[in-house]
C-alpha cells in the first residue's frame, strides 16, 4: 500500500514555503496550506502571520487529515497513483482529485471514491493510469484558464506540476 510520509514529502517538494500572490484565489499559503485552510484546522481566524509561522508537521497533519485520507491513499497499492491523487488534492481540492481520477479510469466523473473504485484503480497498470491522470488534469488547467483569464499566469507552473507527475510512474 502507498505510504503517507513519501506522498507529503513530495507535494511539499512542489508547495515550497510561504507566498502571498494577489491574484491567487487561494491568497497566502505556506506549503500549500491557505489561510482559510489554516483558519478552518485551528478553529478560529488565522492570520497572514500565523501562516508565516505554520510549522512543517502542522501541515503535515492538515494534508494527512484533510487530503490523503479523502483521496483513500492508504487503501492504494502503488505510491505513484497514490502520490499523484493526493498531490492534485491538494492543488484543486480533493473532490476534484477524485472527479479527475474517476475520469482517468473511464468511470463517469461524478461518484464515490468508495472501496469498488479504489480496487478499479488498483487494477490499472500504474503508467497507464498516471499518463491518463496527467491528461485529465491538464485539461483541467486549460479549463481554468479559458473559463477565468486572470489565471492565465499560473497557466506555466500548473502545467509543469501535472507533468512532473510522470516521474511517479516508476516509484
Same mark, same amino acid.
Given at each position: ?9 513530495y ?7 510561504? &507566498?502571498d ?5 487561494? @491568497?497566502?499559503?505556506?506549503m500549500g496550506? %491557505?489561510?482559510?485552510? +489554516?483558519? *478552518?484546522w485551528?478553529?478560529h ?11 512543517r ?14 483521496v ?5 497499492e502503488?505510491?505513484? &497513483? ?6 492534485? @488534492? ?5 473532490? %476534484?482529485?477524485?472527479? +479527475?481520477? *474517476? ?11 468508495d472501496h469498488?473504485?479504489?480496487e478499479?484503480i ?5 503508467e ?16 481554468i ?18 507533468? *512532473? ?5 516508476g516509484?
Amino acid at each position: 500500500m502507498a505510504n503517507f510520509d513519501l506522498a507529503v514529502e513530495y507535494v511539499l517538494d512542489s508547495e515550497g514555503g510561504f &507566498v502571498d500572490d494577489p491574484l491567487d484565489r487561494g @491568497g497566502c499559503t505556506n506549503m500549500g496550506i %491557505t489561510q482559510a485552510t +489554516l483558519s *478552518r484546522w485551528l478553529k478560529h481566524p488565522a492570520t497572514e502571520q500565523d501562516v508565516r509561522d505554520l510549522e512543517r508537521e502542522t501541515a503535515k497533519e492538515i494534508y494527512h487529515d484533510w487530503y490523503w485520507l479523502p483521496v483513500r491513499g492508504d487503501a492504494i497499492e502503488h505510491q505513484g &497513483v497514490a502520490t499523484c491523487i493526493f498531490d492534485i @488534492g491538494v492543488v484543486c481540492g480533493t473532490p %476534484t482529485s477524485v472527479r +479527475l481520477a *474517476r475520469m482517468a479510469i473511464g468511470a463517469p466523473a461524478e461518484g464515490g471514491f468508495d472501496h469498488a473504485m479504489v480496487e478499479r484503480i488498483n487494477a490499472k497498470a500504474p503508467e497507464s493510469f498516471i499518463h491518463r491522470f496527467v491528461g485529465v488534469v491538464s485539461d483541467r488547467f486549460c479549463d481554468i484558464v479559458v473559463k477565468n483569464k486572470s489565471q492565465t499566469r499560473f497557466i506555466k507552473g500548473w502545467m509543469r506540476r501535472a507533468h *512532473r507527475l510522470l516521474t511517479l510512474e516508476g516509484i
